[in-house]
């Protein structure tokens, strides 16, 4: 890991701003600053809180937002929760998949993007929804999905 | 935060300061100088020389665009050189009508904007903030005195959404700009803790909530004013007071609403709820990744303690209290109260044996009390307005049959098959018919509503039947139909939703999110769902059926929280009401709506 990256860390961990400073809250900073959990911020994580190496994989293991490699450059969420699945979410999941060459959940082959399942992302109002980089879309159809998907891949390096 | 050609002003509104200054005005107070202040800043944003337009981009906003709306009205204001304050608001609760723009000109109406998209707002620059002349054909309607409104444009209190609503949480809602407590203040924000800090005891606060008859909104409709006594008995000086926004009920989105649109009236009320159970510390829980309702929230928590209105000796009251907000990972189950407080804690949501109750060890090991973000939300009108206000809306009790009086609002949020999705405030007391059918318009399409699925995945279904959508809003008619009124998430699945297959979709949520604690919720999660699985694909038989009356049972008996004692639900709830749809799998072989060819259901085991 390079030193840029552990400084992230070290920043990330040391200097949240809210005063109740948690072995989750500490995992979500790292998440938000690198986008991922490497095993030098559970190190880190343990430090600071005083716990064990253990103790923060087993919170990190229970939350399934957090990712324990490098994320690809473009994180792609459908929603299944009931308020899209009555309004066509498996078709969105389906082109998503699609799009991306995928059969599940994950990364694709080329690193480039990841397609994760949500079970709600909040805005039922406009199911079916997706998110692309954290950005929510809906409603959209099978064919927007596709369309909104190979926008974000051409569009090159997140945000 | 509002916005003048690039510098940061603060404004607020004028409609509804009438509980303020009318107890502050006795002593010469702290609270007056931040009112007058609220009020300057207020006056300048709505009656100063240039115009306001406020853009939604809450959750639902940003999902239809509402960013880029609101990047194309300020492009366009410094393209075309016209002056006007632009502000983020969160939402009106006409999600159908999202991207919405309003324009409210010095002195002229307010006027709405829907669907407005990128190119639509140029012309609506153009033509209104710039030219003074509303575009009657982009107009959902306006609002201000109805002999003045624009030609062509209908009062936007006149539509079916909003004609039948009372509004007291989501008083604000769409309004103020959610980042900034001068608005909230100018609004009336804070009279009724100033009221409660200079006029009132702890006691005579608690009382007032008692005496409102306001029932946790949380989902299980537990008297606030008898939990807080609870907390308040507890002689100890170190006591928590939580606020649950981890609203992972897909189909609910009334808390983030709240938070994203109103955050300061939830601060305020956590506050009032600290004084009332003599507590010191606020938590506000919040599922990380949300960030219109954790950066809204946080953005008010900090000015308020700027304005001394959080943190030591309140308003020179002597009263103190401090507020955060608590991040928590992906977990439905840390909605559930102790798992809340073991992932504030920082550990895995998981949650804890009772007792010891919560009242009596709760977060860190100190007393503490949990409240819904809508529970708190109606504190402040309630202790300005006074209980028995907020008592004489709502349904009286009639307990001969069980009914314990529901007082106060329903705020609920319609998705699916609906033609008006989104949030509406209504009085408890009103029908699903009228909500579902006067207000919301029914299913689309001409299309027959077939089923409800209410207060969460765990809520389970309802038929949409006549008998059915004559229930009125209120927790024990609710729970007496065997349906949970619960959070307020409505779903509507019309003719063409197959209940086994919404049924299988429900369980696959519940599995995918069991935390894991107690196997009976854990493995019966799986069962269930493998059963029903098996069951759309048409190969179930009829032993299927026993074998998951039989798990659902275990289930109930065996599991620490709701997420397993109630997981059954769904089931049952879609064999009471649609039985002979199953059966069509089972003995005909035959689907019964329009099933997806696969079936997908995601699945978790949380390790």
């Not at chain 2, 324009?103 to 709405?112: C, H, K, L, S, W």
């Not at chain 2, 007391?429 to 969460?456: I, S, W």
Request: net charge negative.
């Amino acid at each position: 890991m390079d030193n840029a990256t552990k400084k992230l860390i070290t920043d990330a961990v040391g200097n949240q701003p809210q005063s109740t400073v948690t072995v989750l809250s500490s995992l979500l900073a790292v998440e938000d600053a690198i986008g991922y959990i490497p095993k030098e911020a559970v190190e880190a994580v343990a430090q600071r809180m005083a716990a064990t190496v253990n103790d923060v994989w087993a919170v990190a293991t229970f939350y399934p937002n957090f990712r324990f490699d490098p994320p690809t450059e473009h994180r792609i969420e459908v929603c299944w929760g009931p308020s899209c699945h009555v309004m066509g979410a498996t078709g969105v999941i389906a082109a998503a998949q699609d799009a991306l060459q995928l059969s599940d959940e994950g990364d694709t082959p080329d690193g480039k993007a990841t397609l994760r399942y949500n079970t709600c992302l909040g805005a039922c109002s406009h199911a079916p929804v997706m998110a692309i980089d954290h950005h929510l879309a809906g409603p959209v159809t099978p064919d927007s999905a596709r369309a909104r998907i190979a926008a974000s891949l051409s569009a090159g390096g997140r945000h | 935060m509002t916005t003048t050609a690039g510098t940061e002003i603060a404004g607020t509104e004028i409609a509804g300061t009438e509980a303020a200054g009318a107890e502050a005005a006795e002593t010469e107070s702290q609270f007056d100088g931040i009112l007058a202040e609220a009020n300057r800043r207020w006056e300048a944003l709505t009656a100063g020389d240039a115009p306001w337009v406020r853009v939604g981009t809450g959750l639902a906003g940003e999902a239809a665009g509402g960013f880029e709306t609101l990047a194309a009205a300020r492009a366009a204001l410094d393209a075309q050189g016209v002056k006007a304050n632009v502000s983020e608001v969160g939402t009106l609760g006409l999600c159908f009508a999202e991207p919405l723009l309003d324009v409210q000109t010095p002195g002229g109406p307010r006027v709405f904007y829907q669907n407005v998209t990128p190119e639509m707002a140029e012309r609506i620059v153009a033509e209104h903030v710039g030219g003074g002349n509303p575009v009657a054909e982009y107009a959902l309607g306006y609002l201000g005195e109805r002999e003045a409104g624009p030609e062509g444009i209908a009062h936007l209190d006149d539509h079916p959404m909003r004609a039948l609503e009372t509004r007291i949480a989501l008083r604000n809602a769409g309004h103020i700009d959610p980042s900034d407590i001068y608005q909230y203040i100018a609004n009336g924000g804070y009279a009724a803790l100033n009221k409660a800090l200079t006029a009132m005891t702890q006691d005579d606060t608690l009382n007032e909530v008692r005496s409102s008859g306001l029932r946790g909104r949380g989902g299980a409709a537990f008297p606030a004013g008898v939990k807080w006594g609870f907390l308040a008995g507890n002689p100890d000086p170190d006591k928590y007071i939580l606020c649950n926004c981890e609203e992972g009920d897909p189909g609910a989105f009334n808390d983030r609403g709240i938070l994203e649109s109103d955050p300061a009236t939830v601060v305020e009320g956590i506050t009032i709820a600290g004084y009332a159970c003599r507590a010191n510390r606020g938590y506000i829980f919040i599922r990380h990744g949300h960030n219109q309702p954790i950066d809204r929230t946080r953005a008010v928590i900090a000015q308020a303690y700027e304005l001394g209105l959080l943190g030591e000796n309140i308003l020179g009251s002597g009263f103190s209290f401090d507020v955060e907000v608590a991040l928590t990972g992906d977990s439905y189950v840390s909605g559930e109260e102790t798992a809340l407080m073991e992932a504030i804690e920082g550990k895995r949501s998981m949650p804890r044996f009772r007792p010891p109750f919560p009242a009596q060890v709760g977060v860190f090991g100190q007393p503490s009390n949990i409240n819904n973000v809508k529970t708190l939300a109606y504190v402040p009108e309630i202790i300005a307005r006074g209980g028995q206000w907020f008592a004489d809306i709502g349904t009286p009790a009639d307990r001969d049959n069980g009914i314990n009086g529901s007082s106060g609002t329903a705020i609920l949020c319609l998705s699916g098959a609906i033609t008006y999705p989104g949030l509406v405030e209504v009085p408890l007391g009103m029908t699903l018919r009228q909500v579902l059918f006067d207000m919301a318009g029914g299913a689309p399409n001409g299309k027959r509503m077939k089923l409800l699925q209410t207060g969460g995945p765990l809520g389970g279904v309802l038929s949409a039947s006549d008998e059915n959508l004559d229930l009125v809003l209120d927790f024990d008619v609710f729970r007496m139909a065997g349906a949970i009124l619960g959070s307020g998430g409505i779903i509507v699945a019309d003719e063409d939703t197959c209940a086994v297959d919404l049924t299988r979709n429900l369980i696959a949520f519940c599995q995918y999110e069991s935390c894991g604690k107690c196997f009976p919720c854990r493995m019966g999660m799986s069962h269930l769902l493998e059963i029903l699985e098996r069951i759309s694909r048409l190969e179930g038989t009829e032993e299927d059926l026993t074998l998951m009356r039989s798990v659902g049972e275990n289930m109930q008996a065996g599991s620490l929280c709701g997420h397993g004692q109630l997981g059954f639900n769904p089931v049952s709830s879609a064999l009471r009401y649609f039985g002979d749809e199953f059966e069509a799998h089972i003995r005909e072989k035959r689907h019964t709506g329009d099933c997806p060819e696969q079936v997908f259901s995601p699945r978790l085991t949380r390790r």
